[in-house]
């Protein structure tokens, strides 16, 4: 069953009320799609902040009225790669420092600089429970 505007975690009682819409809108979503709950939680919590903090006025009137309960299963859902290594290698092809999930199609981020792209990289390890693997140039 999905959670709701009225029914949520209590780690969301606390938050700001539309970050809070949103973040259930995305927790229902990745339930849907396969992630387990308790690793879900946080990622939602975290990728609502992000987008309050980012979003228009106008796109945050917009999720006041959105129906969070109601998702389609995605069937190219990166539920599967939620304990996936994620990789740090250079891209010769764009000539950044790419971090990608072993067994991803498409790169999470591209970087300048190894160091930024390493940082994104431990970002997203802490959410899963998988291990780093950093490419010299050359590989």
Do not use: C
């Amino acid at each position: 069953m999905p959670y709701t505007k009225k029914d949520y975690p209590d780690s969301m009682k606390n938050m700001n009320k539309i970050a809070r819409i949103k973040a259930i809108d995305i927790l229902n979503a990745m339930l849907k799609d396969g992630y387990d709950e308790s690793r879900a939680i946080p990622i939602a919590i975290s990728k609502a902040k992000d987008w309050y903090e980012d979003a228009s006025n106008k796109e945050k009137s917009e999720m006041k009225k959105e129906d969070v309960t109601d998702h389609k299963k995605d069937v190219n859902s990166s539920a599967k790669l939620q304990d996936a290594d994620v990789i740090v290698e250079y891209s010769e092809e764009d000539g950044k420092w790419r971090v990608i999930s072993k067994g991803a199609e498409k790169a999470d981020s591209l970087h300048k600089k190894k160091s930024d792209a390493l940082d994104r990289a431990k970002e997203m390890l802490k959410f899963r429970e998988a291990k780093l693997i950093s490419k010299k140039r050359s590989e």
